[in-house]
């Protein structure tokens, strides 16, 4: 091996003295002495990670050469305790086997039924939230607004519609406290003693005891019931190992939950980002609106019509290439490795930068600009291979990316044809970067009523053209 090519160190004195600006931003913060070393650098956290933007290199560590490398200690130790052994969280042969076992539950047939689920969520939220909202031009924080449709949309694709409201409100809480118990403890491990002795850890406990409880009590009664409802718990209950046998509650509750947590606030935060784009770029939005109602008019969108929708689809995906939900992806090299001629040793983390690798000048021209059309069929051809990879890639890419694809695709088509949303003039972006890339102060807007151009295709007198 080459012993010249090191990689560039960022030791850990130059860490701490830099400690308020990582603190204040540490995507921002990733993003510059990623830049100042030319898409390779190794820092002192104090563990060392090796941070990337280069696609070469994350695609060499995701995909070719991916059986060298497994889920991080933080995933492994902190975040499995408390979400439990799920798809997102387990490895080696045990997460093979889960994974070869559910993939074929997110086939086509079971998202026809899940995008009938969908719709109807979506036309709820509108009917007796939103309009209550338009009707007043009321100010609301569209991120929190995304987060209460995003974890309905899902909890009841997942567990059926008879799932109660007062159940999912209560899952809800327990997943967002256990989610920021774990981000204390990731962000504050020095304060773990203090954490037993405030009470947070019983509580924590406390919680996560109910939340499995009422899965568990849902799962009995869907066996007992042996009702067939077409959600992911029936897909989950349905999925069958190679010798024919069945996954236990356990196996079930653990995923139920990965799912959830895995879920909800990705789609949350891109939905929210998109809408804040759709403000700073007015011509970006009529042209959405006049694609939606070319395509679907004012009816209900069905599976059919993902296909359809490909223009919303292109707002969607240049958004979550602007503002990834999944920011920065993590490994631990099993063996040492070598890349590019460079040294990754073993068990130390090496992470893909997400957010620099979707705004690196070497794959994206004009990096920092919104335009959809990069995501046109065509241009899609010309991007370079893991230069965009907001679902991540090879074996683990993201399960859910067709579900929540058509969940985004429904939700922004549905709204937009019904509401405007003018961002507030305060409205600034900057970052709350938890495991997911938030909008720190939200996504601040006045709902309006959206009055159709006279030329739509839904406008009043107007006839849509027969096919
Ligand atoms: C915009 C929405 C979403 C984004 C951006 C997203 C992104 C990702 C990414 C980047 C990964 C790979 C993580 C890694 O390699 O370490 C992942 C994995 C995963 N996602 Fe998603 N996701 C989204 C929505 C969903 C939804 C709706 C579900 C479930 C219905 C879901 C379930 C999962 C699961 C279970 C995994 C782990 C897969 C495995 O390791 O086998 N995700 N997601």
């Known amino acids: 091996m080459d012993k010249k090519k090191k990689i560039p160190k960022v030791g850990l004195s130059k860490m701490l003295l830099n400690y308020s600006a990582m603190n204040e931003n540490l995507v921002l913060y990733f993003k510059k002495i990623i830049d100042e070393n030319n898409g390779l650098v190794k820092v002192k956290l104090p563990y060392s990670l090796v941070l990337t933007d280069r696609a070469e290199v994350i695609g060499h560590f995701l995909q070719k050469n991916n059986k060298n490398y497994r889920k991080t200690a933080l995933i492994r130790n902190t975040i499995r305790k408390e979400i439990g052994n799920g798809l997102f969280t387990s490895d080696g042969d045990y997460w ?11 086939h086509k ?21 939103m309009d209550a909202y338009a ?7 569209l991120l929190d607004e995304m987060a209460k449709l995003a974890f309905k949309v899902l909890t009841k694709s997942l567990f059926g519609q008879e799932f109660e409201d007062g159940k999912i409100n209560a899952i809800g809480e327990m997943v967002s406290s256990s989610q920021q118990y774990v ?15 405030n009470g947070d850890y019983a509580e924590n406990e406390r919680l996560k005891k109910v939340r499995d409880e009422i899965i568990i009590e849902f799962i009995e009664d869907r066996k007992r019931s042996g009702e067939k409802v077409d959600d992911l718990l029936d897909m989950l209950l349905e999925t069958e190992y190679e010798d024919g046998s069945k996954m236990s509650n356990q196996q079930i509750l653990d995923e139920t939950i990965v799912l959830l ?73 099993l063996e040492d490795d070598e890349i590019e001629g460079m040294k990754i040793k073993k068990g130390e983390d090496i992470g893909a930068f997400l957010y620099g690798l ?51 695709q429904f939700i922004v088509s549905m709204l937009i044809r019904r509401y405007k949303f003018v961002l507030s ?12 890339l938030c909008p720190s102060n939200g996504i601040k807007v006045r709902v309006e009523k959206r009055v159709l151009k006279e030329t739509s295709p839904v406008a009043e007198g107007y006839e849509m053209p027969v096919s």
């Open 109 to 129: 047939k079971r998202l026809e039924g899940i995008a009938r689920i969908m719709v109807e969520e979506i036309n709820h939220y509108m009917d007796n939230v």
């Open 135 to 141: 009707e007043n031009n009321q100010e609301i924080d």
């Open 183 to 197: 981000m204390n403890r990731t962000l504050k491990p020095y304060l773990k003693p203090w954490y037993y002795v």
């Open 425 to 436: 003039p305060d409205q600034e972006v900057s970052f709350k970067p938890l495991f997911t």
């Open 261 to 333: 947590v895995a879920g909800h606030e990705t789609s949350a935060v891109t939905i929210s980002w998109t809408w804040y784009l759709l403000g700073m770029h007015p011509e970006v939005e009529d042209k959405l609106v006049d694609s939606v109602l070319e395509n679907i008019g004012d009816k209900d969108p069905t599976f059919a019509d993902v296909r359809s929708l490909a223009y919303p689809l292109q707002v969607l995906e240049e958004s979550m290439r602007l503002y990834p939900a999944v920011w920065f992806i993590d490994r631990e090299p």
């Open 358 to 408: 979707h705004r690196n000048p070497a794959y994206w021209e004009n990096p920092d600009e919104f335009d959809p059309n990069r995501f046109s069929a065509e241009n899609k051809k010309k991007q370079t291979p893991y230069s965009y990879l907001p679902y991540g890639g090879g074996p683990r890419l993201c399960i859910g990316k067709n579900f929540a694809q058509m969940e985004m």
């Open 96 to 106: 093979l086997k889960q994974r070869r076992a559910i993939q074929p539950g997110f």
